[in-house]
């Protein structure tokens, strides 16, 4: 009897041990003052309303497709966890996502996704940042992308699993991951995580929420 008793107490303290390790982060709206944001050399970004949701709009006037931006809070290590958020692409155009284990402008993982390249192998697309272009063409082969259906320029949701090498990815709600990914790149290891904005003229995020293990 003891030893079921002291059994059920372990059980209990690992359960409450794992419930204060998690954490959850919600950056809805977000502060811009807390965050690191583009706003230069022909981008911007700002807090507007996108069909019907208060977002933060990122800009830029001019197309160059080793373009990469990202915009995220200052104060956040995440390792491993869940990241979702709503984006949306405001005319179809590709190249717009999330970055996490950033640690800076230039080093950091990304998962971005393409609307004009919906229910292809090229809608979702995973690859590691480390160089001052963002370097897309090194991260061409199937085994980094995966096919999606994407709307052209409504809300669409993500959720990322992040766990180890792993990288779990969850569209719309659904039960089972559109990709699954389990060789992230291992120099890339913490950091924060924020809106990831590519050769893109103008795109939406919304509802970012991170929690952490």
Same mark, same amino acid.
């Given at each position: 009897?003891?030893?079921?008793?002291?059994?059920?107490?372990?059980? &209990?303290?690992?359960?409450? &041990?794992?419930?204060? %390790?998690?954490?959850?982060?919600?950056?809805?709206?977000?502060?811009?003052?807390?965050?690191?944001?583009?706003?230069?050399?022909? &981008?911007?970004?700002? *807090?507007? #309303?996108?069909?019907?949701?208060?977002?933060?709009?990122?800009?830029?006037?001019?197309?160059?497709?080793?373009?990469?931006?990202? +915009?995220?809070?200052? $104060?956040?290590?995440?390792?491993?966890?869940?990241?979702?958020?709503?984006? +949306?692409?405001?005319?179809?155009?590709?190249?717009?996502?999330? +970055?996490?284990?950033?640690?800076?402008?230039?080093?950091?993982?990304?998962?971005?996704?393409?609307? =004009?390249?919906?229910?292809?192998?090229?809608?979702?697309?995973? *690859?590691?940042?480390?160089?001052? $272009?963002?370097?897309?063409?090194?991260?061409?082969?199937?085994?980094?992308?995966?096919? =999606?259906?994407?709307?052209? #320029?409504?809300?669409?949701?993500? %959720?990322?699993?992040?766990?180890?090498?792993?990288?779990?990815?969850?569209?719309?709600?659904? =039960?089972?991951?559109?990709?699954?990914?389990?060789?992230? $790149?291992? $120099?890339? %290891?913490?950091?924060?995580?924020?809106?990831?904005?590519?050769?893109?003229?103008?795109?939406?995020? %919304?509802?970012?929420?991170?929690?952490?293990?």
């Amino acid at each position: 009897m003891k030893t079921l008793s002291l059994m059920i107490l372990l059980a &209990v303290a690992s359960v409450s &041990v794992a419930q204060q %390790k998690s954490k959850t982060h919600y950056y809805n709206p977000i502060e811009t003052a807390q965050w690191v944001l583009p706003n230069s050399n022909g &981008v911007s970004s700002s *807090m507007q #309303t996108y069909k019907g949701s208060k977002a933060l709009i990122i800009k830029k006037s001019f197309n160059n497709y080793k373009f990469g931006a990202i +915009a995220y809070p200052k $104060d956040l290590n995440f390792t491993d966890g869940e990241i979702e958020l709503d984006m +949306a692409s405001s005319n179809g155009q590709e190249y717009l996502g999330l +970055a996490f284990h950033i640690q800076d402008a230039h080093h950091y993982q990304t998962l971005y996704f393409r609307p =004009a390249s919906t229910g292809t192998i090229n809608a979702i697309q995973y *690859m590691p940042e480390k160089k001052e $272009d963002f370097n897309w063409w090194d991260y061409e082969a199937e085994k980094y992308q995966a096919k =999606a259906t994407l709307p052209a #320029t409504d809300w669409f949701h993500i %959720k990322a699993v992040v766990k180890g090498r792993e990288l779990k990815v969850y569209m719309n709600h659904a =039960a089972t991951p559109s990709m699954v990914y389990k060789d992230l $790149d291992p $120099d890339l %290891k913490q950091g924060s995580v924020g809106y990831w904005f590519g050769n893109s003229l103008s795109c939406a995020y %919304k509802n970012l929420t991170i929690k952490t293990y």
